[in-house]
């Protein structure tokens, strides 16, 4: 093929390319405003059924919508919902992540009240005939009239103010209608009611140690590092442990912190083991992760970590559904990877103990 043949073709697929990115934009610019509007659509008909009696949804002012967004990143926007010149709620736009990537919730809150009017789910991408159940009114209806002064929290059958229902199954999906409407009614009592509500202050990492510490040790005035000779001999045949502590009271050693890293569902998972001079486990804590939300996270709630108090050092800890020896602890259905993950960086402070106080 010759040099002028060569520019000819290369002039055409340039000049179909120009015509078809033309073509793409236009229609984009014709069908963008219609889907909009239609979103827009879709969006009053769902305020119309939480809030029926309402006339009018005015969308809040801007700089307050960015203030509220400043704090609280999943509220992407605030109508206000009237009946005459009556303000009867608000409807925040909400969104969280779930097992299939955004789910954007609607959720309305009583200025009568202060209780959640309704909730309606709007576009997802949760798996088909498990996780969009949240779209069913035996969930969604589950929301109506619960308290908004106090945690939602899920279970499997609701009937406290702050219940609503999970669905078996559809943990993650559920968890995530459940962030999103807990976010809108924190929005809610910090920006348009007098109520006090307790200002979002993120610990530091080291303050979340001290408060750790304390927690495993409450009696301890002091935690001083181990010797690094003794953490170095330690950690070369010890894979978890990254550090440990003397828990020290009036200058004598009552116990010690371990801090490990082992593998969970998400990734990492730190754990800070407290074990007495005795063997027996005053409690653990589990740091920052990103285990499954709803599932994996449990292996931070009291539940699972109170299992762990007075347990021996003597054997290996085993997780089972109904811990009653001392080396069981509780098993979490439906995310054993998470709990394994927290119990090797546990029996790997067990034998980091065993070993440091045969030293």
Do not use: C
Request: glycine share 12%; net charge negative; no cysteine.
């Amino acid at each position: 093929m010759d040099m002028k043949e060569t520019l000819r073709l290369g002039i055409i697929l340039l000049l179909i390319s120009a015509v078809a990115a033309g073509i793409l934009a236009f229609s984009n610019e014709i069908t963008g405003p219609i889907i909009a509007e239609r979103e827009r659509e879709e969006a009053f008909g769902a305020f119309l059924e939480i809030f029926p009696e309402a006339d009018d949804f005015v969308e809040i002012d801007e700089d307050l919508l960015a203030e509220i967004q400043s704090t609280n990143g999943n509220i992407n926007g605030v109508l206000e919902a009237k009946s005459g010149d009556q303000t009867i709620g608000y409807a925040f736009q909400v969104s969280a992540g779930g097992y299939g990537g955004a789910v954007n919730t609607i959720a309305g809150i009583s200025t009568a009240d202060n209780t959640v009017a309704g909730i309606r789910i709007g576009t997802h991408s949760e798996t088909p005939n498990l996780g969009d159940a949240i779209e069913k009114p035996n969930f969604t209806d589950s929301y109506v009239g619960k308290t908004t002064t106090e945690k939602l929290v899920a279970v499997g059958s609701p009937s406290a103010e702050n219940e609503v229902l999970s669905i078996s199954g559809a943990t993650i999906s559920s968890f995530a209608v459940l962030s999103g409407v807990n976010d809108a009614n924190d929005a809610y009592l910090r920006y348009f009611t007098d109520m006090e509500v307790e200002p979002i202050i993120e610990e530091t990492e080291e303050e979340k140690q001290a408060r750790f510490f304390n927690e495993l040790f409450a009696d301890a005035d002091e935690f001083t590092p181990v010797e690094e000779s003794v953490l170095d001999t330690i950690m070369a045949d010890n894979r978890f442990v990254q550090e440990i502590f003397e828990a020290n009271a009036g200058g004598e050693v009552i116990g010690y912190v371990f801090k490990t890293i082992s593998g969970g569902y998400g990734g990492e998972i730190p754990v800070m083991t407290g074990i007495n001079v005795d063997g027996t486990l005053t409690g653990i804590k589990v740091g920052a992760n990103s285990e499954t939300p709803g599932l994996g996270t449990k292996v931070e709630e009291a539940d699972f970590t109170d299992s762990f108090v007075g347990k021996g050092t003597e054997e290996a800890l085993v997780p089972v559904g109904t811990p009653s020896s001392d080396n069981e602890v509780q098993l979490i259905s439906g995310a054993t990877v998470s709990t394994d993950g927290v119990l090797y960086g546990v029996n790997g402070a067990r034998e980091a103990f065993i070993n440091l106080i045969t030293q």
